[in-house]
């Protein structure tokens, strides 16, 4: 467009018929300025090849070299302090420079040579040296032209930044039960949780297709793969109280959590036949359509319930507002987030379905649906110990703990193996060697709700304590130095007495004599012989030698060490 409009100026002008009219209505077409369109009439009137490219890069332009990049990421995408150390660095080379009056045969220290004057600059070698340097509005020009935003970002912010710049391609709609994707996501507040106030995490699997929510767990705290496993089982099964969605996927995607790569879960989803895709880190586009689910459960759940706490978008920001009033208890954030999860299945539009639910798309899709029964899923996603143990009188040991059933009895000696959900210490499922469900066993001599209560208690006290001690130690080990208004070799403050130095000294010895103290090495002497004491702690009686006999028992035959010559 620009070369025909050019001609078509420069016909006009021969024609005297030119107007700043016909100027300006070209450059509001090809969106540049009329200085530029003026510029373009100049260069063809003086070079007429110009004008079949107007505009057109020139080979003395000045363009952001590869040096001139690194420096860019050396200073964080700070434009003018890469300006700056180039402006300094030709200053340098000039001042350096034998001028024709000076003799050139005169040896000059290298040493005696200006340094570049940027604090902080990198080092000279490493910084082009242009001639003539360009100014500062020409180089942020030739910047914002020869670098990308996403290139700008990445300088700034490293890659990560540059990443909210990238465009990203949509995976194609595919059928219902082709590919889950599964993630964890806490809830910006702290619900009351038996007494104390945690997160609560959320663990739940999407559907691609329908983009219906198959099932969930709330975990009070840090999730943990019994948190996968239980959102697994509500995700397949179809039956009261999940349902309708469900049934087994194709697929499951999801990232490089430790929850959701351990064995356990590896081997439950293997179990059901789904394809694992495990996605690489820092990744979260990948699996777009469950942080898209991330994102509108905190804006359109999380944000309304009480206890709300935004996180900080910067450090050192306040959020919007602080917590008021009591905060939810774990059951009533399990409701309100059940209830968010059917309106979302059942009344909420996303916009990748065309106006219509989650619901109305899974029940338009004709995919057949594969369900398996309840046990089965229940059998799959418990963890298996892989040990073939025996019931005992006592029941089954595991973990030395004994595990007991009304069931067993009549069963001691039987082989048995053991299944079981992660951290549910409280239970164990019993099976056969061919895997034959027979029970569940339960803790024998659990501890009582109160002995528990006073044992989280006391270690609460005790996790206060090493606090306090660490924090004080942590003061003792902290450095002052004093400071500085001059260049000038570091100070430190720390002052004591000698009596102090000799007192923290001769405790330290006194710990360390007593950490080599070997209480054992030197055995206790034998109790007294009137003492009544057992027989596996009396002292070792030594035994006899034929030279030396004990004086209660009867004179032994002469030996050879009696004999005497005749």
């Not at 039987?414 to 499922?429: A, G, K, L, Q, S």
């Not at 066993?441 to 009582?448: E, F, Y």
């Amino acid at each position: 467009m620009r070369a025909p409009a050019v001609r078509r100026l420069l016909a006009l002008r021969a024609q005297r018929r030119l107007t700043r009219a016909h100027v300006h209505t070209t450059a509001q077409c090809l969106n540049v300025s009329d200085r530029t369109v003026w510029r373009w009439l100049a260069d063809a009137t003086a070079t007429p090849q110009s004008a079949a490219h107007p505009g057109a890069r020139r080979a003395e332009r000045f363009e952001i070299t590869s040096e001139i990049r690194v420096l860019l990421a050396y200073w964080h995408g700070n434009a003018s302090a890469v300006h700056r150390e180039l402006v300094a660095r030709a200053r340098v080379a000039a001042d350096t420079e034998p001028s024709e009056e000076t003799d050139t045969s005169t040896n000059i220290d290298p040493g005696s040579r200006p340094a570049a004057s940027v604090p902080g600059g990198a080092p000279p070698a490493s910084v082009p040296l242009l001639d003539p340097v360009p100014s500062l509005p020409t180089f942020l020009r030739a910047l914002r032209r020869d670098t990308t935003p996403g290139e700008r970002a990445s300088y700034r912010g490293g890659p990560d930044a540059a990443r909210a710049l990238d465009v990203f391609a949509k995976r194609p709609r595919t059928w219902r039960n082709h590919v889950w994707e599964a993630d964890h996501v806490q809830a910006p507040l702290r619900v009351d949780a038996d007494g104390d106030l945690v997160p609560p995490y959320v663990t739940w699997f999407i559907d691609c297709a329908t983009k219906a929510i198959t099932g969930l767990a709330v975990t009070p705290g840090p999730p943990t793969r019994a948190s996968v496993l239980a959102a697994l089982r509500s995700a397949v099964l179809r039956c009261e109280p999940y349902g309708p969605f469900g049934g087994l996927p194709e697929q499951v995607r999801f990232d490089r959590g430790k929850d959701f790569l351990s064995r356990t879960v590896s081997a439950a989803l293997t179990a059901l036949d789904a394809d694992l895709t495990v996605l690489p880190p820092y990744s979260p586009h990948l699996k777009g359509t469950v942080e898209n689910l991330n994102l509108n459960a905190s804006r359109m759940l999380f944000a309304a319930l009480p206890g709300y706490t935004p996180k900080k978008e910067k450090p050192g920001l306040r959020p919007d507002r602080r917590p008021d009033g009591p905060p939810m208890s774990f059951q009533a954030f399990t409701e309100q987030l059940l209830a968010w999860v059917t309106w979302w299945n059942t009344e909420h539009h996303p916009d990748a379905l065309n106006g219509t639910t989650p619901l109305q798309a899974w029940q338009a899709d004709p995919t057949p649906l594969n369900d398996i029964p309840p046990t089965d899923v229940w059998s799959f996603t418990l963890e298996d110990d892989g040990r073939l143990r025996a019931i005992t009188s006592h029941g089954v040991r595991f973990r030395n703990r004994d595990y007991i059933a009304d069931w067993m009895t009549g069963q001691a000696g039987r082989d048995v193996t053991v299944r079981f959900m992660p951290h549910h210490d409280h239970e164990i499922e019993v099976c056969d060697p061919s895997g034959r469900h027979l029970g569940t066993a339960h803790l024998a001599d659990a501890a009582t709700p109160e002995q528990l209560s006073a044992l989280r208690q006391a270690r609460s006290r005790r996790a206060r304590r090493l606090r306090v001690e660490a924090k004080a130690a942590e003061k003792l080990r902290r450095v002052r130095f004093a400071p500085a208004t001059v260049p000038q070799k570091a100070r430190r403050l720390d002052a004591l007495t000698s009596s102090q130095a000799d007192h923290e000294l001769a405790g330290d010895a006194a710990r360390d004599l007593s950490e080599l103290a070997l209480p054992d090495l030197i055995p206790p002497a034998a109790p007294p012989a009137h003492w009544r004491t057992p027989p596996a702690l009396a002292a070792p009686q030594p035994a006899p030698t034929s030279c030396d006999a004990p004086a209660t028992e009867p004179p032994a035959p002469p030996s050879h060490c009696d004999e005497r010559k005749p």
